[in-house]
């Protein structure tokens, strides 16, 4: 073991110091407190684990404080470069809305945190922060002080297992114990039964049961106490503050009533009361464990890599195939898509994709890169660290940075309920309590603990999100990947669909490519090769297929121009790929076919010229989509297949040619001048202006890493003539979270009636909270899936 010290008293650890305790667990002689043992390759690093029996109290800095060693926090990190770091942190107490509410708020408690994202169903919080302003041992002390200390375990990090939580188990097991026994000692009480000996050992039985009620109370409702506690201190009220007042007020009220000798109390409604709160949250975490909707590698994620084998050829294959080892080639403009070692001489990568900020870093051969960065320029290949993490990717394409602004109705209506509901309980419950208390004081406490108990957000809250995360697995399924649950509703207020023409109505697959002019020799097959391989551009990737296989040649100062062309340098001879107005050639017939112009050291060679194959059922795709929408298309290339698509497309189709990607842009903007909400679906990469500025962008994806934060979903190619369906599917979901915040309105309405005129025991309104949460989330599950299998 490394020499240290101990956290508490300072004495030095070494191994005549300290005690074994049990297999990777030891405790310091001086204060008792046991540390758990870390093995981080060669350096063995540990931190304060429990209390044994004389420990002395556990100080939170002090616990933290092996969040110091810089090599420990490396591990735990998933990003870092600058001033830009990012941590996933397991919080095993994630359980309600407000929880979400006051995780995803962390930068109004803490200078330096930048953004905070919930994931719901792992019950993980992403923390983007400024390493330079805050540091990570900060961020997991404010956690824990405000009720939300995460799991932290470095060689569950390193397996990608979490520590299974069985503390709940345990506190039910308590409540119900607690519970059973008091309801049977209260039997006698319930009947009124007057027999001598009931009567005269009748204060024994009531102090036993006021005995039984101790861990229940104390043990089983900790939770309650600790978390409402901790949100008012950070002045942030969640829905456990009611909860806990409810199960206090109860409490005192019937100790009170044994002491007075006034009855028996409410001990048997107080331990059912916890009973059924925590086997309703117990029912909680398993419904959603049930219906998870986080999106894994079954729902298909459509995006591929180019990966060198052990021979030097290459082939594309799904992300979630790469494997720790494979050898990478990154494109321009491509997303690095898993942590990795640069093998290429020089890389020029931009991280805005995970920091928002768009300033290329230099990366030199043996550096490492992280996923999510974007190589500009020349293609690159690298070492993969580890397999790709497919939430992580996710996540770095919902961040806020590239959020479009656009109104988000539900997310307004959660975040106030989330926000003002539990003020507004308390003045409701209070405002009760004050009514009844003049007319019958067992009324007025029952009403008070019934009216904070069978009120609950979570129903209410929780529509938009699990009917969201629903359709968001459903449409993975089917091949859809959206960027997040914002762009369904976004999809069911579109009115007018813009088309791409190369790359998306046409396939990258079928087209016939023929050549005009001059013969290449070997060596210049070689060159031009070499210089389309690292474009991915839909023509390029062609052509680059369409090529004899050439040897791999150094490229410099490769440019790739959108709408214009390639222009590199490759093996000291300059080559110019593109339009013919990008190499300043006037070309006759440059209105009737896609064409690719070619230039080398200078000389004009010739053209290929692309004779495009169209997606199979793209006429009766645009018939559908016409009956509801306005379908337009729009091409960069000249107008020659103008009367192909006039006979292929339902009348009154607008078909704009010579359109730059600039052009693109502008033509989108000024649709939505018109009001109109526009859906650009396009080729990702090279469509990228025109997919940010529509208020919904779809790439369409076929064999190419398309990942990019312009485009709000990735449709796979074989799924195109079912846009329609989606479409519908995205507005049936609007109408279920319709019917859900209805019924849950209703629930809260009616629930909150019964309760404050007196008609609802605190018992009933503990199994009917959790209740109307289940209900609802399986109601919009149910009603997800039902309009799925219709459309």
Same mark, same amino acid.
């Not at 429990?50 to 060693?69: M, V």
């Not at 419904?287 to 590698?297: A, N, Q």
């Given at each position: ?29 001086g204060?008792?407190t ?5 093995s ?8 304060d ?20 060693n ?12 600058d001033?830009?770091a ?6 095993p107490h ?14 109004r ?30 961020i ?6 405000i ?5 932290i375990?470095?060689e ?17 097991g ?36 006021f005995?039984l ?18 949100s ?8 456990d ?9 109860m ?33 909680q ?12 590698f ?7 890599i ?10 594309s ?18 997303l690095?898509?898993v942590d ?12 805005s ?20 960065g974007?190589?500009?320029?020349q ?10 993490s ?69 129903a ?34 579109v ?8 790359g998306?109505?046409t ?15 070997a060596?210049?097959?070689?060159l ?7 474009s ?39 080559v110019?790929?593109g ?20 230039k ?11 004779n ?28 020659g ?42 080729d990702g ?7 940010a ?15 990019? #934060?312009?485009?709000? !979903? /990735?449709?796979?190619?074989s799924?195109?003539?079912? %846009?329609?369906? *989606?479409?519908? +599917?995205?507005? @049936? ?12 309105l ?8 019964f ?6 025991? #605190?018992?009933?309104? !503990? /199994? ?7 209900? %609802?989330?399986? *109601?919009?599950? +149910?009603?997800? @899936? ?6």
């Amino acid at each position: 073991m490394d020499t240290n010290n101990c956290f508490h008293c300072g004495l030095e650890f070494n191994n005549e110091i300290v005690i074994a305790f049990e297999e990777k667990n030891f405790c310091c002689q001086g204060c008792k407190t046991v540390y758990e043992i870390f093995s981080l390759n060669d350096m063995t690093c540990y931190y304060d684990f429990e209390k044994s029996p004389g420990a002395t109290p556990i100080d939170i800095q002090g616990k933290y404080d092996f969040l110091d060693n810089e090599s420990i926090v490396s591990k735990l990190l998933d990003f870092q470069e600058d001033a830009t770091a990012i941590v996933s942190l397991n919080i095993p107490h994630i359980h309600c809305s407000s929880c979400i509410w006051i995780l995803e708020n962390l930068q109004r408690l803490q200078q330096g945190i930048n953004t905070s994202q919930v994931n719901f169903p792992e019950k993980t919080v992403r923390i983007n922060y400024n390493p330079k302003m805050v540091s990570l041992k900060t961020i997991v002390n404010l956690l824990s002080s405000i009720g939300y200390e995460p799991y932290i375990s470095l060689e569950n990090y390193e397996s990608g297992k979490t520590k299974v939580d069985r503390t709940l188990t345990y506190k039910l097991g308590v409540a119900f114990f607690c519970f059973g026994n008091i309801m049977l000692l209260s039997f006698p009480e319930y009947f009124e039964v007057n027999e001598f000996w009931l009567d005269q050992y009748r204060d024994f039985f009531r102090w036993l049961i006021f005995a039984l009620s101790l861990p229940s109370f104390f043990y089983s409702a900790s939770g309650y106490y600790v978390s409402a506690y901790k949100s008012i201190r950070s002045k942030m009220l969640n829905i456990d503050i009611p909860i806990a007042l409810g199960i206090v007020v109860m409490f005192i009220r019937s100790t009170f009533d044994i002491i007075m000798n006034y009855g028996s109390g409410f001990f048997d409604s107080l331990t059912g009361l916890i009973f059924f709160m925590l086997l309703g949250k117990m029912f909680q975490i398993k419904t959603y464990s049930f219906l998870s909707f986080e999106r894994d590698f079954k729902s298909y994620f459509p995006v591929a890599i180019t990966k060198i084998n052990s021979n030097l050829s290459e082939e594309s294959i799904p992300i979630y195939e790469v494997k720790k080892g494979d050898r990478l080639l990154i494109r321009n403009q491509e997303l690095i898509p898993v942590d990795g070692i640069l093998i290429s001489n020089k890389a020029e990568i931009d991280y805005s994709f995970v920091t928002g900020e768009a300033i290329p870093i230099t990366k030199n051969s043996g550096d490492k890169v992280f996923a999510g960065g974007k190589q500009i320029g020349q293609v690159i290949e690298m070492e993969v660290l580890h397999s790709v993490s497919q939430s992580y990717l996710t996540q770095l394409w919902s961040n806020d940075v590239f959020q479009k602004h656009v109104d988000q109705k539900h997310k307004t209506i959660t975040d106030n309920i989330s926000r003002y509901f539990t003020p507004i309980l308390l003045l409701i419950a209070f405002g009760g309590f004050g009514y009844w208390i003049f007319f019958n004081a067992n009324t007025a406490f029952n009403v008070f603990t019934a009216v904070l108990i069978v009120a609950c957000p979570c129903a209410l809250a929780l529509t938009a999100p699990f009917t969201f995360g629903n359709v968001l697995r459903i449409l993975g399924k089917k091949k859809l990947y959206l960027k997040n649950a914002l762009v369904i509703e976004q999809l069911a207020k579109v009115d007018t669909i813009v088309f791409d023409k190369t790359g998306t109505i046409t396939t990258n697959k079928k087209s016939n490519i023929s050549y005009v002019g001059t013969q290449f020799s070997a060596d210049e097959n070689t060159l031009i090769k070499n210089a389309l391989r690292a474009s991915n551009h839909p023509l390029s990737r062609m052509l680059y297929n369409y090529l004899p296989e050439a040897p791999k040649q150094e490229v410099r100062n490769f440019e790739e121009i959108s709408g214009k062309g390639i222009n590199a340098v490759v093996n000291e001879v300059n080559v110019r790929i593109g339009s013919a107005e990008f190499l300043d050639y006037e070309d006759h017939l440059k209105n009737e076919q896609t064409t690719v112009h070619i230039k080398i050291d200078g000389i004009y060679y010739g053209k290929f010229c692309f004779n495009n194959e169209y997606r199979e059922g793209l006429s009766a795709l645009f018939e559908k989509l016409s009956k509801n929408y306005q379908v337009k298309v729009l091409s960069g290339d000249n107008e020659g297949e103008r009367a192909v698509l006039q006979n292929l497309l339902p009348q009154g189709t607008e078909l704009v040619f010579n359109q730059k990607p600039e052009q693109k842009l502008e033509f989108i903007k000024k649709l939505q001048e018109r009001g109109s909400n526009v859906m650009m679906v396009g080729d990702g990469l090279n469509d990228a202006g025109a997919l940010a500025q529509s208020n919904v962008g779809i790439s369409i994806a076929e064999n190419v890493n398309v990942f990019s #934060p312009a485009c709000d !979903a /990735i449709l796979d190619a074989s799924q195109f003539r079912k %846009i329609d369906a *989606f479409l519908r +599917l995205s507005k @049936n979901s609007i109408t279920t979270i319709k019917m859900s915040f209805t019924i849950s309105l209703l629930y809260n309405v009616v629930g909150l009636s019964f309760a404050i005129t007196g008609n609802l025991l #605190p018992l009933v309104a !503990a /199994i009917i909270m959790p209740l109307s949460t289940i209900t %609802i989330v399986s *109601f919009v599950t +149910l009603m997800s @899936n039902y309009y799925a299998r219709k459309v």
